[in-house]
Nanobody, 124 residues
Framework: QVHLVESGGGLVQAGGSLTLSCAAS????????MGWFRQAPGKGRDFVARIKWSAGSAYYADSVKGRFTISGDNAKNTVFLQMNSLSPEDTAVYFC?????????????????WGQGTQVTVSS
């Protein structure tokens, strides 16, 4: 079991930036992919970005490509999400996720471990 704790959410004006962090503990040696998802009120959990832990390969949703950057610190078992040029449409609860699977899609069903989420609110 991998335990994930997100931090870094908050309130920011449109056009601003935030960096989210997700610290992993427990069976971190089993992690092969980590990802960020978000859920706006009344909507489903949407893929934002994911990173293949060993290779560092990153994948993004079209809606955030060019604005968000996912990165990882293997030594600290921490994954980051740098978010720039934020808009009100980015307002959501952001969740960190991890999986032992090597090959995954962008579906939340591919991830077994989840953090509690951190709120990001972007004001216009």
């Amino acid at each position: 079991q991998v335990h994930l704790v997100e931090s870094g959410g908050g309130l920011v004006q449109a056009g601003g930036s935030l960096t989210l962090s997700c610290a992993a503990s427990g069976r971190t040696f089993s992690m092969k992919n980590m990802g960020w998802f978000r859920q706006a009120p009344g909507k489903g959990r949407d893929f934002v970005a994911r990173i293949k832990w060993s290779a560092g390969s990153a994948y993004y949703a079209d809606s955030v490509k060019g604005r968000f950057t996912i990165s990882g610190d293997n030594a600290k078992n921490t994954v980051f999400l740098q978010m720039n040029s934020l808009s009100p449409e980015d307002t959501a609860v952001y969740f960190c996720a991890a999986t032992w699977k090597v090959d995954v899609t962008s579906s939340p069903d591919d991830f077994e471990s989840w953090g509690q989420g951190t709120q990001v609110t972007v004001s216009s």
